[in-house]
């Protein structure tokens, strides 16, 4: 038997007949092509211009011998074309007992099931959508279907087409508690096309503006049961389709409508009524799959007009006063007057929140919670705003002294509305409006010199998970890295001509932290040919106010933005791992990107006279690697780091091999000079004046310790001497086979160096 609509619709055609080009097309192939696969039964046509054409056919489903869902080997199923092709083709079920699967569409009464064998939108799908791929699409629907394997667990649910042109966007603890009432509101008044829901203040359910949508939500219970097949076309269908899932709405709407009968509300009987369902969704075997779809019915009918429909309320025949009149003596429903009020259906999107954000951003990490940004610059601006629509953060806190100015918005992601404004409370407000989950502040101070903000500054940073330093600036970001607070730190900024951004990540547990990671990235500065002129690069310097230093530089905004969205991508990866992560990311003129992944290894700390010493275990490798190389001999060189001489502390981050006038035998070893100071200069100026000579590393041959000899102490007096001129103390790196020994010297009161 066929489906009884297929007998009322259009009139009957034989195939030769069909007019279509699409029609024609496809019936040409399964004449011509499709032996085997699919038999053409018959031809409809439809329309007031026979604007329609419905080919019917017999498909080989490709059913196991035992299908998840009760299929024939061969079923029947109409197409359904527009002769002008502007509708992607409609596949229809033509068997009236056709099996409850997943991907079927929504359909009306009385129409067969219509199956969901493509959901893309016909405009992309036109242009290359031939008749082998059609029937490919429908004999691997039926084949899926047969195996239980139609819905991915990893997609969203189906896409019923039914509910395009309404969109309803709910709060995600829209179903928590039982059954809830919510306020609607359009975000175009003028074309409601778009509704969100929101929790109702106190007062306002008990009165509500004429017009409002109160919408109830309900969750149906997981039970053995079907999921909707037919898309209400009103209220009495609505009231028996839920009837039949054990959903009494008449009862639901009964007990609003008497409540405020009660209190005399009469403003709510013109209330319009919406209805919000979670529907679970049930698998082949009839269990739940986990997963449930959410579907919204909006009426255009007033409160007043249902509960007189159900027979609670008479309208009164007043021309003033109060429309409806609560009845002593309900009536029967009346179902005519309830089969004419229209449902709307509307597709129900939850709201874009964190774990929304996470979700379509493809993250699985545990995203921190609270988040503390220094700067909110540029770069600041941009990465905060990727990472907040990646889900990061619910707390975020901004940082920043600076006001926004005109030159700014060249790559700020901040407006001309914002302009002479804080942009640390600017951007925490923009944060705002990506997110409804979302919180953010702003702390308008320079930390290093907070003033009466200093104790916001640090309660920020005492509270934080994560803090990302995007200040741009050396002197913040090794003062963040002192702070004592459990928060993992992140450092991100461009270099000085804008063609590369770097991030710099805390290790999980601190123990490599931005100032270690700084000094290493120097250290690739000064070793990797490709940052060769990483920092030496500087941009051109527009003015852009009177003053002599108001300069800033010429970098396009899309250069920014490629840069800043890398750095984001990979700060976010990032997070989710407990290593720490130092990576450079160059963008050449064609749009080519190079990237760099340093590696620090483990860093020896040693503390000594008063100052920290660190070394890294790669470079110690290189030293040892050194030596290996000039046994039997002695060899040595010159060290270079990283000073702070207010935190008293020196990062060595290279150690260069013997210049070539170097004397060198089993016992001794003289360092030369050929070329080393105008390599050193060299250094200092490729890193912009952070890196410096501070010491000289040498070896011992094999079978001897690493303890210094007299020449030793005497060259690290000589050190002593030299480098106490800049404030520092001379390191000396003694290298042999029991590894490295540290030796620090420094002169007190001009007695001596001490070591």
Same mark, same amino acid.
């Given at each position: 038997?066929?489906?009884?609509?297929?007998?009322?619709?259009?009139?009957?055609?034989?195939?030769?007949?069909?007019?279509?080009?699409?029609?024609?097309?496809?019936?040409?192939?399964?004449?011509?092509?499709?032996?085997?696969?699919?038999?053409?039964?018959?031809?409809?046509?439809?329309?007031?211009?026979?604007?329609?054409?419905?080919?019917?056919?017999?498909?080989?489903?490709?059913?196991?011998?035992?299908?998840?869902?009760?299929?024939?080997?061969?079923?029947?199923?109409?197409?359904?074309?527009?002769?002008?092709?502007?509708?992607?083709?409609?596949?229809?079920?033509?068997?009236?007992?056709?099996?409850?699967?997943?991907?079927?569409?929504?359909?009306?009464?009385?129409?067969?099931?219509?199956?969901?064998?493509?959901?893309?939108?016909?405009?992309?799908?036109?242009?290359?959508?031939?008749?082998?791929?059609?029937?490919?699409?429908?004999?691997?629907?039926?084949?899926?279907?047969?195996?239980?394997?139609?819905?991915?667990?990893?997609?969203?649910?189906?896409?019923?087409?039914?509910?395009?042109?309404?969109?309803?966007?709910?709060?995600?603890?829209?179903?928590?508690?039982?059954?809830?009432?919510?306020?609607?509101?359009?975000?175009?008044?003028?074309?409601?096309?778009?509704?969100?829901?929101?929790?109702?203040?106190?007062?306002?359910?008990?009165?509500?503006?004429?017009?409002?949508?109160?919408?109830?939500?309900?969750?149906?219970?997981?039970?053995?049961?079907?999921?909707?097949?037919?898309?209400?076309?009103?209220?009495?269908?609505?009231?028996?389709?839920?009837?039949?899932?054990?959903?009494?709405?008449?009862?639901?709407?009964?007990?609003?409508?008497?409540?405020?009968?009660?209190?005399?509300?009469?403003?709510?009987?013109?209330?319009?009524?919406?209805?919000?369902?979670?529907?679970?969704?049930?698998?082949?075997?009839?269990?739940?799959?986990?997963?449930?779809?959410?579907?919204?019915?909006?009426?255009?009918?007033?409160?007043?007009?249902?509960?007189?429909?159900?027979?609670?309320?008479?309208?009164?025949?007043?021309?003033?006063?109060?429309?409806?009149?609560?009845?002593?003596?309900?009536?029967?429903?009346?179902?005519?007057?309830?089969?004419?009020?229209?449902?709307?259906?509307? %597709? !129900?999107? $939850?709201?874009?929140?964190?774990? =929304? #954000?996470? +979700?379509? &951003?493809?993250?699985?990490?545990? *995203?921190?919670?609270?988040?503390?940004?220094?700067?909110?610059?540029?770069?600041?601006?941009?990465?905060?705003?990727?990472?907040?629509?990646?889900?990061?953060?619910?707390?975020?806190?901004?940082?920043?002294?600076?006001?926004?100015?005109?030159?700014?918005?060249?790559?700020?992601?901040?407006?001309?509305?914002?302009?002479?404004?804080?942009?640390?409370?600017?951007?925490?407000?923009?944060?705002?409006?990506?997110?409804?989950?979302?919180?953010?502040?702003?702390? %308008? !101070?320079? $930390?290093?010199?907070?003033?009466? =903000? #200093?104790? +916001?500054? &640090?309660?920020?940073?005492?509270? *934080?998970?994560?803090?990302?330093?995007?200040?741009?600036?050396?002197?913040?970001?090794?003062?963040?890295?002192?702070?004592?607070?459990?928060?993992?730190?992140?450092?991100?900024?461009?270099?000085?001509?804008?063609?590369?951004?770097?991030?710099?990540?805390?290790?999980?547990?601190?123990?490599?932290?931005?100032?270690?990671?700084?000094?290493?990235?120097?250290?690739?500065?000064?070793?990797?040919?490709?940052?060769?002129?990483?920092?030496?690069?500087?941009?051109? %310097?527009?003015?852009?106010?009177?003053?002599?230093?108001?300069?800033?530089?010429?970098?396009?905004?899309?250069?920014?933005?490629?840069?800043?969205?890398?750095?984001?991508?990979?700060?976010?990866?990032?997070?989710?791992?407990?290593?720490?992560?130092?990576?450079?990311?160059?963008?050449?003129?064609?749009?080519?990107?190079?990237?760099?992944?340093?590696?620090?290894?483990?860093?020896?700390?040693?503390?000594?006279?008063?100052?920290?010493?660190?070394?890294?275990?790669?470079?110690?490798?290189?030293?040892?690697?050194?030596?290996?190389?000039?046994?039997?001999?002695?060899?040595?060189?010159?060290?270079?780091?990283?000073?702070?001489?207010?935190?008293?502390?020196?990062?060595?981050?290279?150690?260069?091999?013997?210049?070539?006038?170097?004397?060198?035998?089993?016992?001794?070893?003289?360092?030369?000079?050929?070329?080393?100071?105008?390599?050193?200069?060299?250094?200092?100026?490729?890193?912009?004046?952070?890196?410096?000579?501070?010491?000289?590393?040498?070896?011992?041959?094999?079978?001897?310790?690493?303890?210094?000899?007299?020449?030793?102490?005497?060259?690290?007096?000589?050190?002593?001497?030299?480098?106490?001129?800049?404030?520092?103390?001379?390191?000396?790196?003694?290298?042999?086979?029991?590894?490295?020994?540290?030796?620090?010297?420094?002169?007190?009161?001009?007695?001596?160096?001490?070591?």
């Amino acid at each position: 038997m066929l489906h009884d609509w297929l007998h009322i619709w259009g009139e009957a055609i034989e195939p030769e007949h069909l007019s279509g080009s699409m029609a024609v097309r496809f019936r040409d192939f399964l004449i011509n092509q499709a032996e085997g696969l699919a038999t053409i039964t018959g031809a409809r046509r439809s329309g007031p211009n026979a604007e329609y054409e419905l080919l019917i056919i017999k498909v080989r489903t490709n059913r196991p011998q035992r299908p998840a869902y009760p299929l024939l080997r061969e079923e029947p199923i109409g197409i359904l074309f527009t002769t002008e092709g502007s509708y992607a083709p409609s596949v229809l079920a033509l068997r009236p007992d056709f099996p409850d699967t997943p991907h079927q569409n929504w359909v009306p009464d009385g129409v067969p099931f219509s199956l969901c064998v493509d959901d893309r939108p016909w405009q992309e799908a036109r242009p290359l959508y031939t008749p082998a791929e059609l029937l490919h699409r429908i004999i691997k629907w039926f084949e899926r279907a047969g195996r239980g394997g139609l819905h991915d667990l990893r997609q969203p649910p189906d896409p019923f087409f039914m509910r395009e042109g309404y969109h309803l966007i709910i709060p995600r603890n829209a179903f928590d508690g039982g059954t809830r009432e919510l306020v609607a509101f359009a975000h175009d008044p003028q074309n409601p096309v778009v509704v969100s829901l929101r929790e109702p203040q106190p007062h306002e359910l008990q009165q509500l503006q004429a017009g409002t949508f109160l919408v109830i939500a309900l969750a149906l219970e997981p039970r053995a049961m079907s999921r909707m097949r037919r898309a209400p076309a009103n209220l009495n269908s609505l009231l028996h389709e839920l009837g039949a899932r054990g959903i009494n709405l008449a009862e639901v709407l009964t007990a609003r409508i008497t409540a405020w009968s009660a209190a005399g509300n009469q403003t709510n009987f013109e209330t319009r009524i919406g209805l919000l369902l979670r529907m679970p969704i049930i698998g082949p075997d009839g269990n739940p799959t986990g997963q449930s779809d959410d579907v919204a019915f909006l009426t255009l009918a007033t409160l007043g007009d249902i509960g007189a429909a159900l027979g609670l309320l008479g309208r009164s025949p007043e021309a003033r006063g109060a429309r409806y009149a609560r009845l002593f003596a309900p009536v029967g429903i009346d179902e005519q007057a309830l089969a004419a009020m229209v449902v709307l259906v509307t %597709a !129900a999107h $939850v709201e874009f929140d964190q774990r =929304r #954000a996470l +979700d379509l &951003a493809g993250s699985s990490i545990d *995203a921190p919670r609270r988040v503390v940004q220094i700067g909110a610059g540029a770069i600041g601006s941009m990465v905060a705003e990727t990472l907040a629509r990646q889900g990061l953060g619910q707390h975020w806190t901004f940082i920043e002294p600076d006001y926004l100015l005109p030159h700014n918005l060249a790559r700020h992601e901040l407006t001309t509305a914002d302009i002479g404004l804080p942009k640390a409370h600017s951007l925490s407000r923009r944060l705002m409006q990506l997110r409804t989950d979302l919180r953010a502040e702003a702390i %308008a !101070a320079n $930390v290093l010199k907070p003033g009466d =903000r #200093a104790n +916001d500054v &640090a309660t920020a940073l005492q509270a *934080a998970d994560l803090v990302i330093d995007a200040a741009a600036s050396v002197p913040v970001a090794r003062w963040l890295s002192d702070q004592t607070t459990a928060a993992r730190r992140a450092s991100v900024f461009f270099n000085p001509a804008g063609t590369a951004v770097v991030l710099l990540m805390e290790s999980r547990d601190r123990r490599i932290d931005l100032r270690l990671l700084e000094a290493s990235y120097y250290g690739d500065v000064l070793n990797v040919p490709a940052l060769e002129d990483h920092l030496s690069q500087s941009a051109d %310097a527009v003015p852009y106010a009177g003053a002599c230093r108001a300069v800033t530089n010429r970098i396009p905004a899309a250069r920014a933005q490629i840069l800043a969205g890398l750095a984001s991508a990979a700060l976010m990866e990032a997070v989710g791992k407990p290593e720490s992560d130092l990576r450079v990311w160059s963008l050449s003129k064609d749009g080519s990107v190079a990237v760099h992944h340093g590696d620090i290894g483990d860093v020896r700390v040693q503390s000594s006279l008063g100052w920290t010493i660190t070394l890294p275990s790669t470079l110690e490798a290189k030293i040892l690697k050194m030596r290996t190389v000039g046994l039997p001999a002695e060899t040595g060189g010159v060290l270079l780091g990283v000073v702070d001489l207010v935190a008293a502390r020196i990062d060595i981050i290279d150690a260069w091999p013997a210049p070539p006038d170097s004397s060198a035998s089993e016992t001794e070893f003289k360092r030369g000079t050929k070329g080393l100071r105008q390599g050193v200069e060299a250094a200092i100026a490729q890193t912009l004046d952070q890196v410096r000579y501070v010491g000289e590393w040498h070896s011992h041959p094999r079978r001897t310790r690493t303890d210094p000899s007299g020449k030793d102490l005497l060259q690290l007096g000589w050190l002593a001497a030299t480098l106490s001129m800049d404030g520092c103390p001379g390191v000396m790196l003694i290298a042999g086979d029991t590894g490295i020994r540290i030796c620090l010297g420094a002169t007190l009161d001009d007695e001596g160096a001490n070591t």
